[in-house]
């Protein structure tokens, strides 16, 4: 069955609802992971949250989907902006990517403003808070039926 996701959360996400409220909301990890937990089952969909602060942590886990996971959910944070690497990796997956953003990045400084994997992903969401984790399942899930 083509239906199992993972969402993938990259540096300072675990820090959610103590970083920057005014970005990123006050939603805490713990309460984003269930809300995803419980919209997935809801939708047919075996998850795993997963979450890392190391860029060769993230490869990892992205080339280990390949052969684990339908779709890759990813808010890669920080390294959106910098990450050749993630961006290889994910270029290497060839089944549905979602690229997320909690707060809107092409609102923000310009170094924020310009994503490295874009234009290898099947789509996109951002600025629409955590919500936007929701929104992303219920695609991902159209995404698979298809
Ligand atoms: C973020 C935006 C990034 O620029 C930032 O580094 C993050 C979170 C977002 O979800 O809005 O850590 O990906």
Same mark, same amino acid.
């Given at each position: 069955?083509?239906?199992?996701?993972?969402?993938?959360?990259?540096?300072?996400?675990?820090?959610?609802?103590?970083?920057?409220?005014?970005?990123?909301? /006050? $939603?805490?990890?713990?309460?984003?992971? #269930? !809300?995803?937990? %419980?919209?997935?089952? +809801? @939708?047919?969909?075996?998850?795993?949250?997963?979450?890392?602060?190391?860029?060769?942590?993230?490869?990892?886990?992205?080339?280990?989907?390949?052969?684990?996971?339908?779709?890759?959910?990813?808010?890669?944070?920080?390294?959106?902006?910098? /990450? $050749?690497?993630?961006?290889?990796?994910? #270029? !290497?997956?060839? %089944?549905?990517?979602? +690229? @997320?953003?909690?707060?809107?990045?092409?609102?923000?400084?310009?170094?924020?403003?310009?994503?490295?994997?874009?234009?290898?992903?099947?789509?996109?969401?951002?600025?629409?808070?955590?919500?936007?984790?929701?929104?992303?399942?219920?695609?991902?899930?159209?995404?698979?039926?298809?």
């Amino acid at each position: 069955m083509n239906n199992k996701i993972i969402i993938i959360n990259g540096p300072n996400l675990n820090l959610l609802g103590e970083r920057e409220q005014s970005q990123y909301g /006050s $939603v805490t990890f713990d309460e984003l992971k #269930d !809300i995803c937990l %419980k919209k997935s089952k +809801e @939708l047919g969909l075996e998850v795993n949250f997963s979450q890392s602060n190391i860029e060769g942590e993230l490869v990892n886990i992205i080339q280990e989907s390949r052969n684990k996971f339908d779709g890759i959910i990813i808010n890669a944070a920080a390294f959106t902006h910098t /990450s $050749v690497a993630i961006r290889d990796a994910l #270029d !290497i997956f060839k %089944k549905p990517i979602i +690229e @997320l953003h909690i707060s809107n990045i092409y609102k923000r400084e310009e170094f924020r403003q310009k994503s490295l994997i874009s234009d290898i992903v099947t789509g996109g969401i951002f600025g629409l808070g955590s919500d936007g984790y929701i929104l992303a399942i219920i695609s991902m899930q159209k995404l698979l039926k298809k």
